[in-house]
């Protein structure tokens, strides 16, 4: 079993920052894929970014390339996404996901993802 705890969303302004955390128990975070998702109202979960079990290997959707860093702390057993020059189309609920495969390569599918965070609310102001 894996809990996800997400924490740092919240309301900027365009072009700020955030830095969302992902808090994981267990110990074995360190075989994992990670992932950050996000949902806006009446649209689908959407990929933003992953992270395979070492940090080596990462993906981003193309809406967020150049401004979006995923990275994470093994020994920490923690996940981030360093948030930069937000939009207001980036305003969704933001999710933590792992894929509990051990050191597999990496997916950027939603459906290979077999557990979730409750989601963190980040909000980007005109």
């Known amino acids: 079993q894996v809990q996800l705890v997400e924490s740092g969303g919240g309301l900027v302004q365009a072009g700020g920052s955030l830095r969302l955390f992902c808090a994981a128990s267990?110990?074995?975070?360190?075989?994992?894929?990670m992932g950050w998702f996000r949902q806006a109202p009446g649209k689908e979960r959407d990929i933003v970014a992953a992270?395979?079990?070492?940090?080596?290997?990462?993906y981003y959707a193309d809406s967020v390339k150049g401004r979006f860093t995923i990275s994470r702390d093994n020994a920490k057993n923690t996940l981030y996404l360093q948030m930069n020059s937000l939009k207001p189309e980036d305003t969704a609920v933001y999710y933590c996901?792992?894929?509990?495969?051990?050191?597999?390569?990496?997916?950027?599918?939603?459906?290979?993802?077999?557990?979730w965070g409750q989601g963190t609310q980040v909000t980007v102001s005109s």
């Open positions: 267990g110990r074995t975070f360190g075989s994992y894929t």
């Open positions: 996901a792992a894929d509990t495969r051990p050191y597999y390569s990496g997916s950027s599918l939603a459906r290979t993802y077999d557990y």
């Open positions: 992270i395979n079990w070492s940090g080596g290997s990462t």
